[in-house]
């Protein structure tokens, strides 16, 4: 009878069913909120259990159930269902933080201990039982034994983090208290941590209890000029997270499919405005037949896709480094980027084909050419992006002259020993990043601290459209080909020299005249012993 009144794929029950679902979601919500404020629906209950003693008390007993329980469940439900980041911004943040900091305050010393940072003394005794303990004969007794803790200074949380900031005890050093970092996070429930030094007794804890870094957000075009630094992704305490450019050597490092397409594409087409104005010049070396920098082609002076091409690409950017060494000796010690004289960034994906996985030639000469732009470059207003995947020496022997590295997922401790540095193995465990989050990294900060980062990923369509709308200026190429133009020329005058060396007929050296020879000097004649005595017998 239903099927016959309401007729198949009618929307008749589409406003029950939206009624219905709307319904249910407050209903869920209603009780989700009780459980989790258990003890102030309690209260409630047993102050409306004890109001119905009173001579109106069950009006009031109602009363009080409806405006302490429900209502409050009632409008947390539709805010939190309507107005979700507002909730959060508003109420449950703050209630989080708050939760947070009283915990951490109250269960520090079960903390301290648990994790290893106090220890069990033997309590000091007062001035009065030392003097009874004077007077008195016989062995003295025993003394209690009390937990040292290291002191709790602040605990304050901003965020999604919690910072506690801790006094070592006597006995204690800074690298103690960074030892127990992995610990004391995993104590705390907190999804990553870093640690600072403050002083060399104090040591602050940053302990981050929601991942905001488990989304992907989508990258932006950029429009402001920027040229010191460029704007990546987001931070584990979701604050931006800005790479510097000028005057720094960068080593990006992670397996194959974890995310280094975003950090290469965020520095190249973070710099693209400063490339349409003429401040800065990307060089690009892509070993994997151009399929990278094939995208975004427009922003590149010069693109080389094979290591020959490679090799001339260095050899340019060396000879940019000697004319703009000699014009500023004496003058300046850091490069300014101009119009005229702009900032070059060299951007290379998969530099192990460039420095282990091609001819003797090839990689002898390139490594040559690399160091040399790698240890005198940054003065002078050339820097490197390289993009690798295995972090060996043997493949990547230039690692120690990159002044940062960026560590996306790897494969093992000791490849993260490798990006990082020693001991960054448990305080930023690049191995440990999920395959299912492309783009998050580990980064060595200015002062020293470990931080997990996200880069925002650049599809396909907006490098394109970056590149489309900023590309390079014919003005670099005319700048930038003179220098190119001397180096092709000396290297062309070099070949014709030995071309016609080999072609002309070698000229023969002149024999020094022989010494003259010396006359044969007599043989001397035999001395005859035997006939001798053959005399002497027969006289």
């Known amino acids: 009878m239903t099927a016959a009144l309401v007729p198949a794929g009618s929307t008749a029950w589409t406003p029950t069913r939206r ?27 047993a102050l409306a259990f004890l109001t119905r003693l009173l001579p109106d008390g069950p009006v009031l007993a109602e009363w009080l159930l409806l405006l302490g329980w429900v209502a409050p469940a009632l409008v947390a439900t539709v805010w939190v269902t309507f107005w979700p980041v507002s909730y959060r911004r508003s109420v449950a943040g703050p209630a989080a933080r708050v939760r947070w ?17 106090s220890v069990n003394r033997e309590q000091t005794p007062t001035r ?23 002191r709790l200074c602040s605990a304050t949380a901003r965020g999604v983090t919690l910072t506690l900031t801790v006094r070592a005890r006597t006995g204690q050093t800074v690298d103690d208290l960074e030892a127990v970092a992995p610990a004391l996070a995993a104590a705390a429930g907190a999804r990553s941590f870093r640690c600072r030094a403050v002083s060399p007794s104090m040591i602050e804890y940053d302990l981050v209890m929601s991942d905001r870094l488990t989304a992907v957000r989508e990258a932006t075009a950029p429009t402001d000029v920027r040229v010191d630094a460029v704007p990546l992704g987001r931070r584990q305490d979701d604050t931006a997270w800005v790479l510097p450019v000028t005057g720094r050597h960068t080593l990006v490092v992670g397996c194959s499919g974890s995310g280094k397409g975003s950090i290469f594409w965020g520095v190249c087409a973070g710099l693209a405005p400063a490339v349409r104005a003429g401040l800065v010049c990307l060089w690009g070396i ?10 975004g082609r427009h922003l590149f002076h010069r693109v080389a896709t094979t290591p020959s091409e490679a090799l001339d690409v260095l050899a340019a950017l060396r000879v940019v480094i000697d004319q703009r060494g000699h014009r500023m000796a004496g003058h300046s010690r850091l490069h300014t980027p101009t119009p005229s004289d702009p900032l070059h960034v060299v951007a290379i994906d998969e530099l192990a084909v460039l420095t282990a996985y091609t001819d003797p030639e090839i990689r002898k000469e390139a490594s040559r050419l690399l160091a040399e ?8 207003g050339v820097v490197v992006l390289a993009c690798v995947q295995d972090p060996r020496k043997e493949v990547i022997g230039l690692r120690g002259l990159f002044t940062q590295t960026i560590a996306l997922r790897l494969r093992s401790a000791e490849e993260t020993r490798m990006v990082l540095g020693d001991g960054t193995a448990d305080l930023a465990p690049a191995h440990r990043i999920s395959p299912a989050t492309p783009g998050v990294a580990w980064v060595i900060d200015e002062d020293g601290t470990a931080d997990r980062v996200r880069a925002d990923y650049w599809p396909d369509r907006l490098v394109r459209e970056v590149a489309t709308h900023h590309p390079a200026p014919a003005l670099h ?5 003179s220098a190119t133009l001397e180096m092709e020329e000396a290297s062309n005058s070099e070949g014709q020299a030995s071309a016609v ?16 020879r010396q006359p044969r000097q007599p043989r001397p004649a035999p001395f005859n012993g035997g006939s001798s005595r053959s005399g002497g017998e027969a006289a």
């Open 101 to 117: 900091v009283c915990w951490a305050r109250r269960r520090w010393p079960h903390l301290a201990r648990e994790c290893g940072l």
């Open 373 to 380: 732009i790698l240890t005198q470059g940054r003065a002078l």
């Open 286 to 295: 892509d070993l994997k037949r151009g399929v990278e920098i094939g995208m």
């Open 501 to 516: 060396a080999s072609a002309s007929p070698r000229a023969r050296k002149p024999r020094s005249p022989r010494k003259p």
């Open 477 to 481: 190429a005319h700048d930038i080909g």
């Open 128 to 150: 009065s039982a030392r003097l009874v303990g004077a007077l008195t004969t016989g062995p003295a007794p025993a003394l209690p034994k009390v937990w040292v803790h290291p």
């Open 19 to 45: 009624a219905l679902r709307l319904g249910w979601a407050l209903v869920s919500g209603v009780l989700s909120w009780s459980w989790r404020h258990t003890r102030w629906v309690l209260l409630v209950a």
